[in-house]
């Protein structure tokens, strides 16, 4: 993604119901699954601004739930929409470094897009480590319980317009085939699994980019940061479109611990 943090563009959540490419089908039938049978405890690793959280609380009325987060922007906004939804008693939203949360094992568990938490930083261009998430994240589910795990995964073989506005490697991420065997090496049974479709991915590309849209639609054509803004999007959708669009893909699992 662009850099944009000398900007203060409006929150993504403006744009986006999800920090991922998720339909509304998709999100319901991941909602039904950690939500039936009804778990007593539902906890979101880099949970963002809660809305799957959110959700799974109000389809389990009896089940409390805990969202974990880095971004405080995300952790404000998880709050006050809990606060907005009654559902303030049952959910409590931390900021603090994913790997500072794991004291609390649940029966229901969440991980979609966070397996840095487990890993070298972002910053440092390197493969993400599905192996130490998922290991760290068995010890999370209860005996019997679910996880919900969504992670990015190649969907064709990378190249170089594709790998270029990402980490700039064909190794950062891998296929689904490969992906499901360290599933099962961690020890984890494989419900179901899906991929988000291109449409998916579309929407959620077309959302990310609507920020810099807003950003120019609130301010003075000529305003000094304009050309950067308009820069950035531009950067933006070709890095999509001309390089990434159909080759990254993200893959959902409903696995049993």
């Not at 931390?94 to 966070?114: F, K, S, T, Y």
């Not at 969907?155 to 190794?171: K, M, N």
């Amino acid at each position: 993604m662009t850099d944009d943090t000398l900007l203060e563009l409006p929150p993504l959540y403006k744009s986006l119901t999800w920090l991922t490419p998720l339909s509304e089908e998709r999100a319901a039938h991941l909602v039904a699954f950690l939500s039936d049978p009804a778990p007593a405890e539902v906890l979101d690793m880099g949970c963002g601004w809660g809305e799957l959280l959110l959700r799974v609380l109000a389809s389990a009325p009896q089940a409390r739930g805990r969202g974990v987060d880095s971004a405080s922007a995300s952790i404000d906004r998880a709050r006050q929409q809990a606060l907005t939804r009654g559902l303030l008693n049952r959910a409590t939203f931390d900021l603090m470094p994913g790997v500072e949360a794991q004291d609390r094992p649940a029966d229901a568990v969440i991980c979609i897009g966070a397996s840095q938490i487990w890993g070298p930083s972002v910053e440092d261009a390197q493969p993400l480590d599905y192996a130490a998430a998922l290991h760290a994240l068995r010890a999370l589910v209860l005996p019997g319980g679910r996880l919900v795990y969504g992670e990015a995964i190649w969907s064709a073989t990378p190249h170089p317009a594709a790998i270029a506005p990402l980490a700039g490697r064909d190794d950062e991420y891998l296929t689904a085939d490969a992906l499901r065997e360290q599933i099962r090496a961690a020890g984890f049974e494989v419900v179901d699994d899906d991929h988000a479709s291109v449409l998916e991915w579309d929407v959620f590309e077309a959302g990310y980019r609507d920020r810099f849209t807003r950003w120019l639609e609130a301010h003075d054509v000529d305003h000094p940061a304009a050309d950067q803004v308009r820069r950035q999007y531009e950067e933006q959708r070709a890095a999509y479109e001309e390089g990434y669009r159909g080759v990254l893909g993200m893959a959902y699992f409903c696995l049993r611990g």
